[in-house]
């Protein structure tokens, strides 16, 4: 490459397009150099009902602690598939950068991804690259969207919990929120928070040879956090949830963090998590497939579906009482993904 | 909605996310009420191989003659399915807000991109909305992904071009460019120019089921134009183009303002416009198939494949000579999809 950073001229279709594109960004997230590039990729009939999605990321800072924009761009979306019982096949990669920023900083994202690709067991197929002039965009957005092929009859989706159902959730809450926006405002904490963005995909496959039809909901607890989340469920499938709150797994260093800034962990995003609705007679089942994976050491049950009703959600308290939560009303922490 | 513009909150996904989805995005892309927001959408299985493309759009400025952003991210990933000989099936849109967007801009490109997805006959089936603070993008950007199914057993791809393939293009060039450029720069032209985007899906299968195996490439000769989509196409499948420049169709007001600008419309991009690579005994019906379509009229035979070579493109000019064309080297007209 003749230049250190992307200039205007990387974006142009033209000479230095190709250039940026045969050099640094198909061989690297590819593996191999473009010998093919058309206008879509073509991908083996499925053998299944397909699931799409697609997530834009423009996380601020685009480096933090446990990962970047790159990989977190790749696992957001394989867990996306991966929440309707999808197996991930295909992935997309779509890169908006603003004119400016170091090709250093875009190898490191681009191996990244490229990384978090070969983990999820997931080909990025195709992709798409533009350029904006300075302070248009900030430094990069990446979209992600992916198709997954969902090889069985189960139906998992956000309306499916059931009274009785037991609340699962594969580790500590919040780290992801509090990595970025740690290291966004240059706080000083005692100890290291890391993002804890990983791919679910494993997990839940797991998960569905385990419990199968017992596992009703499926979601990762992004942005809003496991309180937003839960009420979003408890809202689309008609039923109130009882979250106990000293059972939800938070990290010392979370806790402490969230104390200091006015946070309530509940409501922070995560990145490698999530809340798993499982029929009672299954619940152990389930904890135990997430305890004996890399992803699941901490796992815990965290709650219950209590009755069909309005989409209350009640958070037992340390102290006994119960709390109502509602989602978040305003923006507690922007950029986080 | 509460508010005229776009807030931060609106990206939290809390209270203020879930009303834009719920009484804007939602119903206005998907015609309906949402009842059923999961992570991903699900898609029937596909009789055939699949095709995936990506595209992010951001266009300066977001309205212009002829469309705007919404509708141009709609048709240019519709096309790219198409120049894989694709049928699309579905669509994921992903926006990338800044803060301050008035509401009423985001209303009416969302209602382009649904009026043009009909158009198209294509589903928006799932999506994703991030808001930055003001500075931090540049009014709207949008990711449009798309799954097609491949429905036939030709091989259509730029590596596909062979000895004595004419080349047709289905109407005038350069009208996108040059509408766009004209609006951001604020020129006074002596007629108004229009973006060509439109849907060509429905051309696309009318040609394959017309000349089908005799049809080897298909290209939409967006950013870099007709010049540097036939380079791309004449490296790709290792072949010499003549292209006879006085057979391009090109409006006198395109002619005009190029001339005017110092600009090459076989340079300038389009967005409704596909290059056809044509065996020469099925080029006549090729080019009667374009005509009769509406996107068609005015369709003509612009060049043919000469050799088996190193993808040298060649322009037979007015007055007899020949020049070679090379991509563009630098940034013509920068942020023109």
């Known amino acids: 490459m003749t230049s250190e950073i992307i ?152 309306s499916g919990a059931k009274i009785g159902d037991q609340i699962l959730i594969n580790g500590p809450v919040g780290d992801h929120g509090m990595a970025v926006l740690a290291r966004r405002e240059g706080l000083e904490l005692d100890s290291d928070i890391h993002s804890d963005s990983a791919p679910l995909n494993g997990l839940v496959a797991e998960l569905l040879t385990a419990v199968g039809a017992d596992l009703h909901v499926l979601r990762d607890p992004t942005r809003g956090g496991v309180a937003t989340t839960l009420k979003e469920i408890a809202l689309q499938s008609g039923v109130d949830i009882t979250l106990n709150e000293t059972s939800v797994p938070v990290s010392k260093a979370v806790t402490g963090a969230c104390a200091i800034l006015g946070l309530d962990p509940l409501f922070v995003a995560n990145e490698g998590k999530l809340l798993a609705f499982v029929a009672p007679a299954a619940a152990d089942a389930a904890l135990a497939v997430m305890r004996n994976h890399p992803y699941g050491r901490s796992a815990a049950i965290i709650g219950e579906v209590t009755l069909a009703s309005v989409g209350r959600v009640k958070v037992r308290t340390a102290i006994g009482g119960l709390r109502s939560i509602e989602m978040l009303s305003g923006e507690q922490l922007p950029r986080i993904c």
């Open 7 to 158: 200039l205007l001229g990387h974006g142009s279709g033209g000479k230095l397009s190709h250039q940026l594109l045969d050099e640094l960004i198909v061989p690297t997230l590819s593996g191999y150099t473009p010998q093919n590039q058309n206008d879509a990729a073509i991908v083996a009939q499925p053998k299944g009902r397909l699931a799409m999605t697609t997530d834009s990321y423009v996380v601020d800072p685009i480096f933090f602690p446990g990962g970047n924009i790159g990989d977190l761009a790749i696992n957001g979306t394989v867990n996306d598939l991966a929440m309707v019982g999808a197996r991930p096949l295909a992935l997309s990669v779509g890169l908006i950068l603003e004119e400016g920023l170091p090709l250093s900083d875009l190898r490191t994202i681009l191996i990244s991804m490229k990384a978090a690709a070969e983990e999820a067991g997931v080909v990025i197929v195709t992709g798409d690259t533009k350029v904006v002039p300075r302070g248009k965009a900030d430094k990069i957005f990446i979209n992600t969207s992916g198709i997954g092929v969902i090889e069985h009859t189960f139906a998992i989706n956000g």
